[in-house]
């Protein structure tokens, strides 16, 4: 080669050389595998991957064939006009032929740099820039916004629960006069397939952004859904301070009693209902409820309504300086109400008969306007309005006024005020006994059994009933309590695996309470339900694992119910101390699946005396032995794992 350049002068001709003289037309004429050949060859120099001096920047040539045999660039003006995936977004389509060929694939992807489209990383990069903190930071043509939404529409479609917190804090809608964040904006009615005539009606009062009417037939509504736009009326949550202030306006006394038995103990918990949250609100509430109509009234009836079936008014929490929740410093609270029950509360919205506003403490239910009959079943049944009885007022000013106040809110807490009953019920027994000491033994018997015919007492319900009453209405969200549960029992305990037995010992309050909620003191055996004479209902919880045997971690959890059986004295007899077989209650344990709404009784056969009887359980309460005797056996099993990989290690 040196000879031919030195004596003949011929030019030494290197791919430096020769590649950028190539056009899209001396391309397109050659066939797919010269190509593929051409690109073998090349691929070191385009590449730099042994001579990094002598490489040669391929993307400046028309090297990507089409689906339509032309060629073209990978970019144009430092913009990508292809992508490996192919997009249906992207009119440019890379041949087929040439991708399927791993000389094609590898020389486009390590010398070109083409990529696989990822419309969420665009999002990221070439849109998300243009926009600011807030309104005022965002200065955006609205047509450059709705070429936006088509790269939005197409990231939706890859993952939208992304995109969705990508543009949360993003003001990238427009209401017609600023840039909002989509949380903030509503989608009007009129973009939408369905239509709620009551949302309608008393979201179209209020003075809220609205997504601007410019973006209709261009962008689906479902767009803005996905995003995070409202269409009905949103929730919220306020902060405990505002809560707190409220709470302690409304009430000081209640609002000191939920601080030291529930708010300044270590944990808390919400235990029933399972949706209630105690900073609960709804947006715009206030305008919601300043209607000029008993109408207007009337429709935010119907869409606070729909609000209360999801998120309750009042809930119970219990706080403990455990998180077992089963010591001495553990305390209860029931009827907290929620922000949303003290704003209703406390604010004068709902009409009476005379036309009148009123707060649901001031008027009597009966004296509501007519225009509410067959409305708010839900949030009516819930709300805090006046007494009905008149004899409960002439009760209350009977008294001396520094007991009234006292009395009135008594009344409205009604387990507070049967707390108080039943203390003073035993105190009333026990002076009577007293007294009772020098009456004869026929005169003790005559009065006994006067007592026993008198006490009236609610029939023992069917297995429908009970079923219906202790069906699992959110399956994951028990699962995963019961797990949490559990799993706190086991924080810092040192384990041992149980031994399976089966005796009857003295169960602790809480798993007899859990017993009588599920089965109102019913045999889960023989169905027989025994009343005492106080007319509540006697019964023996029965523990499957003797308590002795059961290690100290796995405790914490008992009072979920899952160790117990309610048993009437005959059963438990026969439960503690006969023969049995409860293989089959074994194999249902490790094979039932407890469906959710499912209001049958789950039946476990079992052996006593050599004879086949049944166990009879609540979803709730199988759900909470399945999942102890899984979680704890998956628990043994980890550890036992860890043993031996240290003893191997």
């Given at each position: 080669?040196?000879?031919?350049?030195?004596?003949?002068?011929?030019?030494?001709?290197?791919?430096r050389d020769v590649l950028p003289r190539?056009?899209?037309?001396?391309?397109?004429?050659?066939?797919?595998?010269?190509?593929?050949?051409?690109?073998?060859?090349?691929?070191?120099?385009?590449?730099?991957?042994?001579?990094?001096?002598?490489?040669?920047?391929?993307?400046?040539?028309?090297?990507?064939?089409?689906?339509?045999?032309?060629?073209?660039?990978?970019?144009?003006?430092?913009?990508?006009?292809?992508?490996?995936?192919?997009?249906?977004?992207?009119?440019?389509?890379?041949?087929?032929?040439?991708?399927?060929?791993?000389?094609?694939?590898?020389?486009?992807?390590?010398?070109?740099?083409?990529?696989?489209?990822?419309?969420?990383?665009?999002?990221?990069?070439?849109?998300?820039?243009?926009?600011?903190?807030?309104?005022?930071?965002?200065?955006?043509?609205?047509?450059?916004?709705?070429?936006?939404?088509?790269?939005?529409?197409?990231?939706?479609?890859?993952?939208?629960?992304?995109?969705?917190?990508?543009?949360?804090?993003?003001?990238?809608?427009?209401?017609?006069?600023?840039?909002?964040?989509?949380?903030?904006?509503?989608?009007?009615?009129?973009?939408?397939?369905?239509?709620?005539?009551?949302?309608?009606?008393?979201?179209?009062?209020?003075?809220?952004?609205?997504?601007?009417?410019?973006?209709?037939?261009?962008?689906?509504?479902?767009?803005?859904?996905?995003?995070?736009?409202?269409?009905?009326?949103?929730?919220?949550?306020?902060?405990?301070?505002?809560?707190?202030?409220?709470?302690?306006?409304?009430?000081?006394?209640?609002?000191?009693?939920?601080?030291?038995?529930?708010?300044?103990?270590?944990?808390?918990?919400?235990?029933?209902?399972?949706?209630?949250?105690?900073?609960?609100?709804?947006?715009?509430?206030?305008?919601?409820?300043?209607?000029?109509?008993?109408?207007?009234?009337?429709?935010?009836?119907?869409?606070?309504?729909?609000?209360?079936?999801?998120?309750?008014?009042?809930?119970k929490m219990t706080g403990s300086h455990?998180?077992?929740?089963?010591?001495?410093?553990?305390?209860?609270?029931?009827?907290?109400?929620?922000?949303?029950?003290?704003?209703?509360?406390?604010?004068?919205?709902?009409?009476?008969?005379?036309?009148?506003?009123?707060?649901?403490?001031?008027?009597?239910?009966?004296?509501?306007?007519?225009?509410?009959?067959?409305?708010?079943?839900?949030?009516?049944?819930?709300?805090?309005?006046?007494?009905?009885?008149?004899?409960?007022?002439?009760?209350?000013?009977?008294?001396?006024?520094?007991?009234?106040?006292?009395?009135?809110?008594?009344?409205?807490?009604?387990?507070?005020?049967?707390?108080?009953?039943?203390?003073?019920?035993?105190?009333?027994?026990?002076?009577?006994?007293?007294?009772?000491?020098?009456?004869?033994?026929?005169?003790?018997?005559?009065?006994?059994?006067?007592?026993?015919?008198?006490?009236?007492?609610?029939?023992?319900?069917?297995?429908?009933?009970?079923?219906?009453?202790?069906?699992?209405?959110?399956?994951?969200?028990?699962?995963?309590?019961?797990?949490?549960?559990?799993?706190?029992?086991?924080?810092?305990?040192?384990?041992?695996?149980?031994?399976?037995?089966?005796?009857?010992?003295?169960?602790?309050?809480?798993?007899?309470?859990?017993?009588?909620?599920?089965?109102?003191?019913?045999?889960?055996?023989?169905?027989?339900?025994?009343?005492?004479?106080?007319?509540?209902?006697?019964?023996?919880?029965?523990?499957?694992?003797?308590?002795?045997?059961?290690?100290?971690?796995?405790?914490?959890?008992?009072?979920?119910?899952?160790?117990?059986?309610?048993?009437?004295?005959?059963?438990?007899?026969?439960?503690?101390?006969?023969?049995?077989?409860?293989?089959?209650?074994?194999?249902?344990?490790?094979?039932?699946?407890?469906?959710?709404?499912?209001?049958?009784?789950?039946?476990?056969?079992?052996?006593?005396?050599?004879?086949?009887?049944?166990?009879?359980?609540?979803?709730?309460?199988?759900?909470?032995?399945?999942?102890?005797?899984?979680?704890?056996?998956?628990?043994?099993?980890?550890?036992?794992?860890?043993?031996?990989?240290?003893?191997d290690g």
């Amino acid at each position: 080669m040196m000879y031919l350049t030195h004596h003949f002068g011929l030019p030494v001709l290197r791919w430096r050389d020769v590649l950028p003289r190539l056009t899209a037309e001396i391309l397109e004429e050659q066939t797919d595998e010269w190509l593929l050949n051409l690109f073998d060859t090349i691929y070191s120099t385009c590449t730099g991957v042994f001579r990094s001096k002598e490489k040669v920047d391929a993307k400046g040539i028309p090297f990507v064939r089409l689906q339509d045999g032309s060629h073209i660039r990978c970019q144009y003006d430092g913009m990508a006009q292809v992508y490996l995936n192919n997009p249906m977004s992207c009119k440019n389509k890379i041949s087929a032929a040439i991708l399927q060929d791993q000389r094609g694939r590898n020389f486009y992807v390590d010398a070109l740099g083409i990529e696989e489209y990822n419309a969420i990383r665009e999002l990221k990069d070439d849109v998300l820039c243009f926009y600011g903190e807030d309104s005022d930071d965002t200065d955006i043509q609205f047509e450059d916004n709705l070429e936006h939404f088509e790269l939005i529409e197409r990231a939706l479609k890859e993952n939208a629960a992304e995109v969705q917190r990508i543009l949360a804090n993003v003001p990238i809608v427009w209401d017609g006069q600023q840039w909002k964040k989509p949380g903030d904006c509503y989608i009007p009615f009129a973009f939408l397939d369905h239509s709620d005539l009551t949302g309608q009606a008393v979201l179209s009062q209020l003075n809220v952004p609205w997504v601007s009417e410019d973006y209709y037939g261009k962008i689906p509504a479902e767009v803005f859904e996905k995003i995070g736009c409202n269409i009905g009326i949103k929730d919220i949550l306020v902060d405990c301070c505002t809560y707190d202030d409220r709470l302690q306006r409304a009430d000081a006394s209640f609002f000191e009693m939920l601080q030291k038995r529930v708010l300044y103990k270590r944990c808390q918990r919400v235990d029933y209902p399972e949706t209630w949250d105690m900073y609960h609100s709804i947006d715009h509430l206030q305008d919601i409820l300043c209607s000029n109509s008993v109408e207007m009234s009337v429709k935010a009836v119907d869409l606070i309504n729909e609000k209360v079936k999801k998120h309750p008014l009042y809930g119970k929490m219990t706080g403990s300086h455990s998180k077992a929740f089963n010591t001495t410093t553990t305390d209860s609270v029931n009827h907290i109400p929620s922000m949303l029950a003290l704003e209703l509360s406390g604010t004068k919205w709902l009409y009476d008969k005379t036309g009148t506003l009123q707060s649901p403490a001031d008027i009597k239910k009966s004296d509501l306007a007519v225009q509410y009959s067959g409305h708010g079943a839900e949030i009516f049944a819930q709300l805090p309005f006046k007494a009905e009885s008149e004899a409960v007022e002439t009760v209350i000013q009977s008294v001396e006024e520094p007991y009234q106040a006292f009395i009135s809110a008594m009344l409205k807490r009604p387990d507070e005020l049967r707390l108080m009953c039943e203390t003073y019920q035993k105190l009333q027994k026990k002076r009577q006994k007293e007294t009772d000491k020098t009456q004869s033994l026929t005169e003790l018997l005559e009065k006994q059994s006067s007592a026993q015919t008198e006490v009236e007492t609610e029939p023992a319900p069917d297995d429908e009933t009970l079923g219906e009453y202790g069906a699992v209405r959110n399956l994951k969200h028990r699962e995963k309590k019961l797990e949490e549960n559990f799993q706190e029992g086991l924080e810092g305990q040192k384990t041992v695996a149980p031994r399976l037995r089966y005796t009857c010992s003295e169960s602790n309050h809480e798993e007899k309470a859990f017993l009588r909620a599920q089965y109102f003191g019913k045999c889960q055996i023989c169905g027989k339900q025994i009343i005492r004479y106080d007319g509540k209902p006697y019964f023996e919880a029965c523990n499957i694992l003797p308590t002795d045997s059961i290690p100290t971690a796995y405790k914490q959890s008992i009072s979920e119910g899952w160790n117990s059986l309610c048993l009437c004295p005959n059963c438990a007899a026969e439960f503690r101390y006969g023969k049995k077989n409860l293989s089959e209650l074994v194999r249902m344990i490790q094979t039932y699946n407890v469906e959710e709404e499912d209001e049958n009784l789950i039946v476990c056969d079992i052996e006593m005396q050599g004879e086949k009887r049944s166990i009879k359980y609540t979803g709730k309460h199988f759900l909470a032995l399945q999942k102890a005797i899984g979680f704890y056996d998956d628990y043994i099993k980890k550890k036992t794992d860890t043993v031996k990989d240290e003893s191997d290690g």
